[in-house]
């Protein structure tokens, strides 16, 4: 039996045979916590940690993805908790220069005055999760790599397929452990969300990107959205005639919350992880990836800022993109840093070295050597092909080149049956594509697009000529002597001469064949024709990749976890935004020499901190009833005011923000919503001394909801508790 066959096996080995571990790092699967049920006992946690593993029952149950992010029912109603800045593109989407929710904030009196979320916004609830392995992988061993990368993209597909013919359910198949398990995630599917409350960015964004990452933090990091379904309870677009969801769980929400030292844990939907990735993906990260992205970043956000000028219509539509931009700029700082600071790159290293050692130990495990050295040979490709790419990837970025270039694809895919398409082009996927479309007129100004653009070419145009792409080159009629100052008049005429600004345009595009797109005289569009057979080929060479990977990344991880296993440790799969759950307990911490985070900070630091002018700028209502002391009943006795934000030990990343932070009796007593700007890089390794999570209190969001939005309504809708 080969070490790939024996993978799955060992995963239920490792945990049940797993000794003790951190009660802080892992972003476990429900179906793990019972493996690990006496460490969540010991930790605090008073339910039965069987129930945890029950998507169905309470409480996961009541834990939603929103497909990016991460929140929870807390009414039998359908309301919705999430994160602010979960749901501020769906405010964003509804504001105007005039009508500014950004600015103002935005409360429904009545839920008649709810308003339609952003399109594609949906809410999902995990209902069921399958082990489809044998499905997927059966019969895969032998073949060609691209061949292998395609049917087992084609059996995930069909198994999708199977799994949706339940109407009003979208579907995934997962991957974990690099491929070598996979689950099929049955989800129902709310489409029409409706954003109910979100405070003004004065308190939901306070702060702003300055505090971004920071300790202490003081952001009111929270909104509620809304689930609507048809009268008959199905899933149902927009429709004035529809009602609230009845979801079969809520939370409840703690107005007596936590204390310094108690049980906490967080239950969402976190992005992505790279714990297992090998040394030579770790080297070109950090030694290139993330510090030539980072330098465009900066370019990148000043480049927006000075094309749309505060107060513009323009600055409203590209507000959520660049609060996206600081966030991930900050971040790659912080990623950056903190490798360098704890030794990354000599860390996995070492982790190899031990790893191979292990395996040399036993003559046995030659196969795990012969399948890692293999892998860490394709790693250094993948980086090399990462590198030339760069930036002809970041030219085909502006938005009417990129809705030209799907437009086009979509024309190509759907020469072929349906089951047959890519993912994102299937029948499946076309009600996302067109409200795609259509979200392009509040997310979209030419001036913008253009400086953008030109921005890319700048760098695109400064590489050598052996890595520029002909074909680009001659569709724009770039040279070996083209400047930077002659791109913009260069690029003119694109924004001149295009109708793919015109939503309707663009939508009845969805419908044109492949010649009419090929015949078009759209500049947009003849430049999508001109570059697709680059495109494919680009796309080739990656699933080629991926392919191999596929072969040798499962005999990888099937080492780690036997290695880990004799250290007695359960190897948790890297996320992969399915649902996990990560506890611990409220903390503080020491980050580095000489510097201190206490738990939880207060009201009277937002008046500390407050200048009057954005991004620290509360409004006066917020300010007076804290000057007045009005603490009501949702004071902390150990610090004497009401917590604002709170520190705890959580292992969590991208993708969980609005994660629901538990106590131990599942009660919601805070939403998880960033990290410390020394946490970010354990997305990569996880230091227990410097890892801390950034969650908004409960009692901070019922004290605004009471004392200064006035949203008394939505606090008698849910269920409070002491």
């Given at each position: ?343 990354l790159v000599d860390r996995r290293r070492a982790r ?190 990656s699933k080629t990749r991926s392919g191999r990977s ?54 009277e630091g937002i008046t500390d901190k407050d200048t ?111």
């Amino acid at each position: 039996m080969t070490p790939t066959k024996l993978f799955t096996i060992n995963l239920l080995l490792a945990a049940s045979l797993a000794a003790p571990l951190s009660a802080k790092e892992g972003m476990f699967t429900p179906d793990q916590l019972q493996e690990i049920s006496d460490e969540l006992s010991e930790a605090g946690l008073e339910l039965e940690p069987e129930a945890l593993a029950d998507l169905t029952g309470f409480p996961m149950g009541a834990v939603v993805s929103l497909g990016g992010c991460s929140a929870s029912f807390v009414s039998p109603e359908g309301l919705v908790v999430t994160n602010h800045h979960c749901a501020r593109g769906s405010v964003q989407y509804n504001s105007t220069a005039e009508n500014n929710y950004l600015e103002d904030g935005f409360l429904a009196a009545t839920k008649s005055d709810e308003l339609p979320a952003a399109p594609g916004s949906r809410i999902y609830v995990t209902t069921e999760v399958t082990d489809v392995t044998g499905q997927v992988r059966e019969g895969t061993e032998g073949m060609e790599a691209l061949e292998r990368y395609e049917l087992v993209q084609q059996r995930r597909k069909d198994i999708i397929a199977g799994c949706e013919e339940t109407a009003g359910y979208r579907c995934q198949v997962a991957s974990f452990y690099g491929g070598a398990q996979y689950k099929l995630v049955k989800r129902l599917e709310v489409r029409d969300v409706r954003i109910v409350y979100a405070p003004a960015d004065s308190i939901g964004k306070y702060g702003g990107d300055i505090d971004n990452w920071q300790w202490p933090r003081h952001t009111g990091d929270f909104a509620f959205y809304r689930a609507y379904v048809a009268p008959d309870g199905s899933a149902a677009d927009f429709d004035e005639a529809n009602v609230p969801y009845e979801p079969e769980h809520h939370l409840k929400v703690s107005a007596s919350g936590l204390d310094d030292g108690d049980f906490v844990m967080a239950a969402g939907y976190p992005g992505s992880t790279s714990r297992y990735t090998l040394l030579a993906e770790v080297e070109n990260t950090f030694n290139w990836t993330y510090p030539t992205f980072q330098t465009l970043l900066t370019d990148w956000i000043v480049t927006i800022e000075t094309a749309a000028p505060e107060g513009s219509d323009a600055r409203v539509k590209y507000e959520s993109r660049l609060a996206g931009l600081n966030n991930f700029e900050k971040n790659l700082r912080g990623q950056i840093d903190g490798a360098r600071r704890v030794g990354l790159v000599d860390r996995r290293r070492a982790r190899e070295a031990a790893l191979g050692e292990w395996i040399a130990a036993d003559p046995a495990r030659a196969g795990f050597g012969e399948a890692i050295g293999q892998l860490a040979a394709l790693s250094e490709e993948s980086a090399a092909a990462s590198r030339t790419s760069f930036w002809y990837r970041n030219v085909s970025r502006p938005s009417l080149f990129s809705t030209a270039r799907r437009l086009y694809r979509l024309s190509k895919e759907r020469q072929k049956p349906n089951a047959e398409r890519e993912s994102g082009y299937q029948d499946r996927d076309m009600t996302f594509f067109r409200q795609g479309l259509q979200a392009l007129d509040r997310r979209y100004d030419p001036a913008v697009d253009k400086a953008e653009w030109v921005l890319f070419l700048s760098g695109y145009i400064a590489q050598p000529m052996g890595e520029r792409v002909v074909a680009f080159d001659q569709a724009l009629g770039l040279t070996s002597e083209t400047t930077a100052e002659e791109l913009p008049a260069l690029v003119d005429r694109f924004y001149a001469d295009t109708t793919l600004g015109d939503a309707e345009t663009r939508l009845a595009l969805m419908d044109a064949s492949t010649a009419d797109l090929e015949a078009s005289e759209d500049p947009f569009m003849q430049l999508a024709v001109a570059m697709y057979e680059y495109g494919f080929q680009l796309e080739t060479e990656s699933k080629t990749r991926s392919g191999r990977s596929l072969a040798l990344r499962p005999a990888y991880m099937e080492a780690i976890t036997q290695w880990q296993r004799e250290t007695g440790t359960l190897t948790y799969p890297d996320a992969n935004s399915t649902l996990r759950v990560t506890f611990g307990s409220v903390l503080g911490g020491s980050p580095r020499d000489g510097m201190a985070y206490l738990p939880f900070t207060t009201l009277e630091g937002i008046t500390d901190k407050d200048t009057g002018e954005d991004p620290f700028n509360s409004p006066d209502k917020l300010l007076e009833r804290i000057e007045a002391k009005d603490y009501g009943a949702y004071a902390l006795d150990s610090i004497g005011s009401v917590p604002v934000n709170f520190l705890s030990d959580l292992d969590s990343t991208g993708g969980n923000s609005g994660s629901a932070t538990l106590n131990s009796r599942a009660e919601l007593v805070g939403l998880l919503f960033d990290g410390t700007f020394e946490s970010v890089n354990s997305d990569w390794d996880f230091d227990p001394r410097t890892t801390r999570t950034i969650h908004v209190d409960t009692r901070y969001m019922l004290w605004v909801m009471d004392k200064v939005d006035g949203a008394q309504a939505l606090i008698d809708e849910m269920d409070i508790v002491e």
